[in-house]
């Protein structure tokens, strides 16, 4: 049965007036639609499809870290982080390609030993967003959103990686996503764990080294959710080439965190919560800290 068939065996013309009062009705719904869902929601829907839909995910690495040279190959039960890291990246469903991106031939040569895809970039990059930038300049394949992946993350969750790229996808005000999980009391006050803050629509007021808030007693409230930062972050691939062409920003050089440049100058980044004991590594005694957690549950 045809659904356009009419139900009434009437053949007679619909009324001119009858055709200008349906015409008039569906332009009005589809203005209620539009101002109902909002100016960006609406693009977004009527994008949905392809909307920085294709995804790579890259690992910047280097070798000569002034808190740990050679972080990348350190072991890790076993395996050197970067395959570690690598091999968590390959499991996130949002990612077209994983590659390495590093200016070291030693972590090149590691890597292709593995198995990952390696992109050669300059000693010149000043942190990993502009090595990410590089590298996605040499890629032949375009990408719409690119995920900067740490390195020193050799546990992270493939979840958290798909989870920032969503929380991209559909934000369309937004240029940067990362995430965020509880800090935990021991880490309050150590500068190499980063806390955030974010707004009551989920997009971050201010990244820090220091504990944030900071209430006038100068301790912990263990009432307060203080937020931790989690390393992983993505951008869109527009975005990145504007990113390393906008000079240092002075919080950026206070803190010495990338992300704060974002902010400083004005661009939104949205921010998700995940479940997610971190366990990055950022000083080789951290590597002790890690086996042993890999090794309490059985992770090899």
């Avoid at 912990?220 to 993505?234: A, C, D, E, R």
Wanted: aromatic fraction near 8%; charge should be neutral; hydrophobic fraction near 40%.
């Amino acid at each position: 049965m045809s659904i356009c068939a009419s139900s009434s065996s009437s053949s007679e013309p619909t009324p001119p007036s009858t055709t200008k009062a349906l015409i008039v009705h569906g332009v009005a719904v589809g203005v209620a639609v539009a101002v109902a869902v909002g100016a960006h929601a609406y693009f977004y829907l009527s994008r949905s499809r392809k909307f920085r839909s294709r995804v790579i995910g890259i690992i910047p690495a280097r070798f000569a870290s002034s808190r740990f040279q050679g972080k990348p190959l350190v072991q890790i039960l076993g395996k050197p982080m970067i395959q570690r890291t690598w091999e968590r990246a390959k499991l996130a469903s949002t990612l077209d390609q994983v590659v390495v991106a590093t200016d070291d031939e030693k972590i090149a040569e590691c890597c292709r030993g593995f198995g990952a895809d390696v992109i050669m970039t300059s000693e010149s990059c000043r942190n990993g967003t502009e090595r990410c930038n590089e590298a996605l300049q040499k890629l032949e394949k375009k990408y719409d959103v690119v995920v900067n992946i740490q390195g020193d993350e050799p546990l992270i969750e493939p979840e958290v990686i798909d989870g920032i790229v969503k929380a991209l996808q559909a934000a369309p005000d937004a240029v940067f996503s990362t995430a965020v999980t509880s800090l935990k009391p021991e880490d309050a006050f150590d500068p190499n764990r980063v806390k955030c803050v974010v707004d009551n629509r989920g997009y971050a007021i201010y990244f820090s080294r220091g504990l944030i808030p900071h209430n006038k007693s100068g301790k912990v409230n263990p009432q307060f959710p203080y937020m931790l930062h989690l390393g992983i972050q993505s951008y869109d691939t527009k975005f990145l080439k504007i990113y390393s062409e906008l000079t240092p920003t002075p919080l950026q050089l206070e803190e010495d965190l990338e992300q704060l440049k974002v902010l400083e100058n004005g661009y939104k980044m949205k921010v998700i919560k995940v479940d997610h004991e971190a366990h990055g590594v950022d000083i080789p005694e951290d590597v002790e800290k890690i086996e042993s957690f890999m090794r309490e549950r059985n992770l090899s």
